[in-house]
């Protein structure tokens, strides 16, 4: 089996192509990274399950409001602990390790891109990586998604590049450090960790039915690796809290793949957009990269045996969650990477060629695409999205739309008249101020945050002063005030963990209204209708501040 390069191009200097790739990729995810309040829940509970470990000084059982929270594994809030160490508590900080990861995975695509086929393939499919919107968007959001996503295509990439080594330390060295990021993807988020990589190698050697890969893969040695980093902290969870693996691997794992309980499913197509509109820009090339890339006959898949298993792994894992009956968006991340090297390869086949006819085509739906989007960024989205501040969005929404529109035309005119090359450059460029105005426009779109209502609240408070969140979980409350809050009338995810010990401060309205009527000071987050609620029966509340969606209010000691 041939597992050699499919082109060759004259060497370049590596450490000049690594220091350029992160500078770009670090200059386009570390812009106005800490200027967006925390998004409403994941950036908020992503941010404060760390921030209670630093307070407490416990690191090993998760804690969410001081309630147990058995969801996830422990690894990204640890590096999150550090963050808080190293960098102080701060929306930058919280965002480094997912900024970090999202630059790791377009150094990772480039290295193993140039490995696989040649120095611009590494170099077009970093570009195409980095500047995907979907993989952009998440690369800003303090979610488990990007550092799970990079961490498999980390144990990909290392699998990919030690089969292609001769028997000796390197081959075994790289098939360890496969199984190392494995172990490290599941502490990140579960079995996915070990299951993608086990189930798209799997398939490959069923494809290239060739079973002698396995004997090159130092199973027994990579799995004890695999144990002895991720077993320990199952272990001692279960040894601490006895029904955590079963909350752990059988409801948040097998039921919330296999059945409703997570109440989010959707149709079995839903990732089909979700991946077209996540890879935008690139979505015009999508088409000619698969056909690009599965024109081999099967009988000449073992000399194609490295591109047969980028396309086994973006397949398997696409049907994977496709055929789960919980979705969300990020959930189709770890497809992104793969795929960026098979549409990387592609560009780089026709760098220097004529336009054929699929590219003929692409370049001419860029504009009317490009030319729709910015439209509904202008003018419908504004019209049917709320917003705190809405003159500011109807103006930073018109200015993307601009944005868009010019780059599609401008994209398109290079590319029919210039050439692929022109097109695709125009199409990077264009797209990455396109990025960054998102970027900067995102904080317009988010009227769940209650952070300008906190720092308000903040320099009222006493040590005895009493804040709830009534009626919803606001997870940036705690998280901006650096304290425990009380939560009047919800549980949501936190109601597994209110069973195992008492949590008193999770309680109903008739023992909070009781505290109301104190002599504490008690102030209440709220929404604004359950606020008119409350006020129409004659609550006694005192406005502290508020907007048109949330309030704080405080009692009569406040």
């Not at 006895?242 to 409801?251: A, E, G, K, Q, S």
């Not at 081999?296 to 898949?301: E, Q």
């Not at 010990?501 to 009527?517: L, S, V, Y």
Request: proline letters at 6%; charged letters at 15%.
């Amino acid at each position: 089996m041939s597992l050699r390069p499919e082109t060759t191009r004259p060497r370049h200097s590596w450490l000049s192509d690594v220091l350029l790739v992160t500078f770009g990729a670090a200059l386009l995810y570390g812009i106005m990274l800490g200027t967006r309040e925390l998004g409403v829940p994941d950036e908020a509970r992503y941010s404060e399950i760390p921030r209670e470990m630093v307070a407490s000084g416990h690191y090993i059982t998760p804690r969410l409001d001081g309630v147990l929270y058995f969801e996830k594994p422990p690894l990204f809030y640890w590096l999150q602990t550090a963050s808080i160490h190293l960098m102080g508590l701060s929306q930058w900080s919280m965002r480094f390790w997912t900024a970090f990861f999202a630059v790791l995975g377009c150094v990772a695509v480039y290295a193993t891109g140039r490995a696989l086929y040649n120095r611009r393939t590494g170099l077009l499919s970093a570009m195409v990586l980095g500047t995907s919107l979907l993989y952009f968007g998440m690369g800003h959001i303090v979610t488990l998604d990007m550092t799970v996503s990079v961490l498999l295509s980390l144990s990909l990439f290392a699998f990919m590049l030690a089969e292609r080594e001769p028997p000796g330390l390197r081959r075994r060295l790289g098939m360890w450090a496969a199984f190392l990021w494995a172990a490290l993807a599941t502490l990140t988020k579960g079995l996915i960790g070990i299951v993608f990589p086990m189930m798209a190698i799997g398939l490959w050697i069923i494809a290239l039915w060739d079973w002698s890969i396995l004997k090159r893969m130092y199973l027994p040695t990579g799995f004890a690796l695999f144990l002895l980093v991720a077993a320990p902290w199952h272990i001692l969870m279960q040894l601490r809290h006895p029904t955590f693996l079963h909350y752990y691997f059988v409801r948040q794992h097998f039921e919330r793949y296999l059945t409703h309980v997570a109440h989010r499913y959707q149709p079995f197509w839903y990732f089909l957009p979700i991946l077209l509109a996540g890879v935008l820009p690139w979505t015009a090339f999508i088409v000619q990269a698969a056909r690009f890339n599965l024109s081999f006959a099967w009988r000449d898949r073992r000399r194609h045996a490295e591109t047969l298993l980028l396309v086994i792994w973006v397949a398997s894992i696409f049907a994977f969650f496709s055929a789960s009956d919980s979705k969300l968006v990020p959930y189709i991340l770890p497809v992104f990477p793969p795929l960026a090297i098979l549409i990387g390869r592609y560009l780089d086949a026709r760098w220097d060629q004529a336009l054929g006819r699929g590219d003929r085509w692409a370049f001419r739906m860029v504009a009317p695409a490009g030319l729709a989007l910015g439209a509904a960024a202008a003018f419908v989205v504004p019209a049917t999205r709320p917003s705190l501040e809405p003159h500011t969005m109807a103006l930073a929404m018109g200015l993307l739309g601009a944005t868009l529109a010019i780059t599609a035309v401008a994209a398109s005119w290079a590319g029919l008249t210039r050439g692929l090359r022109a097109g695709a450059v125009a199409l990077a460029l264009g797209f990455s101020v396109f990025l960054l105005g998102v970027n900067a426009s995102a904080t317009y779109l988010d009227t769940r945050t209650v952070k300008t209502l906190i720092l308000t609240l903040r320099p009222r408070l006493t040590p005895s002063a009493i804040v709830a969140c009534y009626g919803w979980y606001y997870q940036d409350v705690p998280f901006y005030l650096r304290r425990r809050v009380e939560v009047v009338d919800y549980k949501g995810e936190l109601g597994y963990g209110t069973t195992l010990e008492k949590t008193p401060w999770i309680m109903r309205g008739p023992a909070f209204w009781r505290q109301w009527d104190s002599n504490r000071p008690v102030y209440m987050v709220t929404s604004r209708p359950t606020y008119e609620r409350l006020r129409q029966r004659g609550i006694d509340m005192r406005m502290v501040a508020g907007n048109a969606f949330n309030v704080v209010v405080g009692n009569k000691a406040s």
